[in-house]
């Protein structure tokens, strides 16, 4: 989902988050309790005495791919954690069918040729499905090499439109347009503004993706867009000039599709000018308060959609999220509970389809891929997730705002 991130966040959430620090492919047979510090070994597995599979040497193989180290790796290093903690949960329970899962991730380090290495190194291990990859590039380069495999791959985070061109392709997340869709649905609904102002990326597939169907969306809910401004890769330091158009133009909520590293320097500019309307964002908003030297206070106020609340009370969410801290010592973001859903949701399609381990790849991946027509699953990221034939998900739309420095539920 994520494009090319600023260098000077490749540190991002390091107290939080723990990043893999090489390029190197991992083991991470998950039998107990995630530690967040220790891999073990596939004999270890192979011997644990717990579950089903003590008794065969089958194990389910699952890979997990993302950006774990460069200026991306605060979300493929969420994605990997969050599937940890979904496979080791599974692997208490019994595992899938009743055999263990065996979790191994790979580094792609946002990069296409990178992400195809680091597939076929998970593909020559043994993987079986693939919860990833984490970006939209990578997902779509990766796309186009499993699917001669049709090995089954659920994307927590690739919102391209083109990441789920092929068959065995399906994601957790909104596409780029369903985000611009749902965000102005979301907007008009709860009545939050009838004029909008909008600054987002025309250099960027998804910023301008979104914008595109936010804007086309917004007259279906009475919302008026009174200025449209935007920048490019080569202009994303300075947004006064911007800043002031959207102020003058009278706006009462100002949308800006594009990623926190740009939304710091937008809020703190904006400050600087006395402007102050409601800023909402979208999930590449994610991540904002953990900006190296951005004062959070600014954020306040600010709402951004994402299907996922860490402060949200239901058992599921607050299983996650106590689990996911004693682990990594940080508050999930949303793309961990991405990853943690994909897990249950690749498991709830394993059993639906009475699947095994020893099958091949590609009967594996045509079973779950038979499955997800009709599946349907409640997970911390929504309820009632379905998935059309392009493999989309549809789910309701619900958004978070900063408040006191944290994310909390906005409805």
């Given amino acids: 989902m994520k494009k090319v991130l600023s260098a000077v966040l490749a540190g991002a959430m390091a107290a939080s988050l723990v990043a893999c620090g090489s390029s190197s492919t991992g083991t991470t047979a998950t039998t107990a309790a995630a530690s967040g510090d220790k891999a073990e070994t596939t004999a270890a597995a192979a011997s644990n005495d717990g579950g089903a599979a003590a008794s065969s040497d089958l194990t389910w193989k699952f890979g997990s791919q993302g950006p774990l180290t460069g200026g991306a790796a605060v979300y493929g290093t969420a994605v990997v954690n969050g599937a940890k903690i979904a496979i080791d949960e599974i692997n208490e329970n019994g595992g899938i069918n009743g055999y263990q899962v ?69 994601r957790v997340c909104f596409s780029d347009p369903a985000q611009g869709a749902k965000s102005a649905q979301y907007i008009g609904e709860n009545k939050l503004a009838t004029k909008v102002a909008i600054l987002y990326d025309s250099s960027d597939v998804y910023s301008s993706g979104i914008y595109e169907s936010f804007a086309s969306e917004a007259q279906n809910y009475g919302i008026e867009i009174v200025d449209t401004e935007q920048f490019t890769a080569d202009s994303k330091t300075d947004f006064s000039t911007q800043l002031q158009k959207m102020q003058a133009s009278g706006a009462e909520l100002a949308f800006l599709p594009f990623y926190y590293t740009e939304a710091a320097l937008v809020l703190t500019q904006a400050d600087t000018m006395g402007y102050k309307p409601i800023f909402f964002g979208v999930d590449g908003m994610d991540g904002i308060l953990d900006v190296e030297n951005f004062d959070t206070s600014l954020a306040e106020g600010l709402m951004l959609l994402t299907p996922f609340a860490a402060d949200a009370t239901d058992d599921a969410t607050v299983n996650f999220v106590t689990k996911y801290k004693e682990a990594f010592g940080g508050t999930p973001i949303q793309f961990a509970a991405d990853a943690y859903d994909a897990a249950y949701i690749i498991k709830a399609a394993i059993e639906a389809g009475n699947l095994t381990p020893d099958m091949s790849v590609d009967a594996i991946g045509a079973g779950i891929e038979e499955q997800m027509k009709t599946l349907k699953y409640d997970g911390i990221t929504g309820s009632g997730m379905t998935w059309d034939e392009k493999g989309d998900v549809d789910k309701e739309p619900k958004a978070v705002v900063i408040k006191d420095g944290a994310y909390v539920s906005a409805e």
């Fill in 102 to 170: 065996e979790l191994q991730t790979a580094d792609d380090e946002h990069d296409q040729e990178k992400a195809v290495n680091a597939y076929n190194s998970l593909k020559d291990w043994g993987m079986q499905a693939l919860i990833g990859p984490t970006t939209s590039a990578p997902t779509i380069a990766v796309g186009a090499e499993a699917v001669n495999d049709n090995l089954f791959m659920l994307t927590p985070s690739g919102s391209a439109v083109d990441c789920t061109n092929t068959a065995n392709a399906y």
